[in-house]
């Protein structure tokens, strides 16, 4: 296991609350974490603190309900066929985003998934994860996870040494927020490392569909079962220029004919 105390340690300065950005108290065991400033309540679930806005906190759209469709449908494939649906296990394309990344220090992966230990995740003893998802809360980990939104980051600014996109982008119902809070909480040296599995439109859909597959609905305001909105190169490009960010370096993987692994390495803007 990896050492969760350490990073608890560095944590207890970074910790805020996701609705005003108030210093939370610590990471004891109480059941629910008040935030001293606007009242917001955080409860403890089975594994992990949820920090995730209280609903009246939070403004509700059409979007966010084909996003609660959406992530139905990954908790579906992710309990079906983890290892089809999240990075788990000896994998190429997970193994060619950790050597992409190379973090080190304190590093936060927005949308960790809920597995143990995302496959990109590096066990160097120079390294400490601190994870946040929606899903958080399905598993234990080996690391320290929160539950929450990518949109509401829950930590002080400045602190991380990088923050983690591994196929996420595309889940998100406000990517520009979510970058923004991305800059925010990253130390000014940072770097933000990105994996967007990109797809062409016209790849053809598989052959055959398990059972689970079949029963699934797709949002109207969503682009597929699992994905708010797919992202292709040109996509990512605008996104990070809004956010006041620059590629300073990126690979592209092809996988086949339709898709392709894009990693970009971003810093902010000089
Ligand atoms: C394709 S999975 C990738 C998980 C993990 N990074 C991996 O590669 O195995 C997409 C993840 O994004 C998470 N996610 C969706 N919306 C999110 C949001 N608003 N903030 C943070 N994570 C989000 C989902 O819960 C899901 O775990
Ligand atoms: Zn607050």
């Known amino acids: 296991m990896a050492d969760q105390s350490a990073t608890a ?34 409860a403890r679930g089975r594994y992990v603190l949820d ?8 403004a509700r759209s059409g979007l966010w309900e084909a996003w609660d469709r959406i992530q139905a449908n990954g908790m579906a494939g992710y309990l079906a066929d983890p290892e089809r649906n999240l ?62 939104l990518g949109e509401f980051l829950p930590f002080a600014s400045g602190g991380f040494d990088h923050v983690l996109f591994a196929t996420t982008l595309d889940h998100f119902v406000d990517p520009d927020t979510v970058l923004t809070e991305a800059v925010r909480v990253l130390k000014s040296d940072g770097e933000i490392d990105v994996w967007l599995g990109e797809k062409d439109p016209a790849a053809p859909g598989p052959a055959r569909s ?23 190169d040109g996509d990512v490009q605008a996104l990070v220029e809004r956010a006041g960010l620059t590629v300073v370096d990126r690979e592209r993987h092809q996988v086949d004919q339709y898709r392709a692994n894009c990693f970009y390495r971003l810093r902010v803007a000089p």
């Open 9 to 42: 340690d560095a944590l207890t300065a970074q910790l805020a609350c996701s609705v005003c950005r108030t210093r939370l108290p610590l990471l004891d065991d109480s059941p629910t974490v008040r935030c001293r400033a606007c009242g917001a309540e955080f």
């Open 210 to 232: 398990p059972e689970w597959y079949q029963r699934l609905e797709q949002p109207a305001l969503a682009d597929d079962l699992f994905h708010i909105k797919r992202m292709n």
């Open 87 to 148: 990075s788990i296990g000896q994998r190429d394309d997970c193994s060619a985003f950790r050597r992409f990344s190379r973090c080190r220090g304190l590093v936060l992966d927005v949308g960790c998934g809920p597995q143990a230990w995302p496959a990109y995740f590096d066990r160097s003893p120079l390294v400490r994860y601190v994870g946040i998802d929606p899903l958080a809360d399905l598993n234990p980990s080996e690391f320290l996870k929160f539950a929450g």
């Open 51 to 58: 920090l995730t806005p209280p609903e009246r906190f939070r």
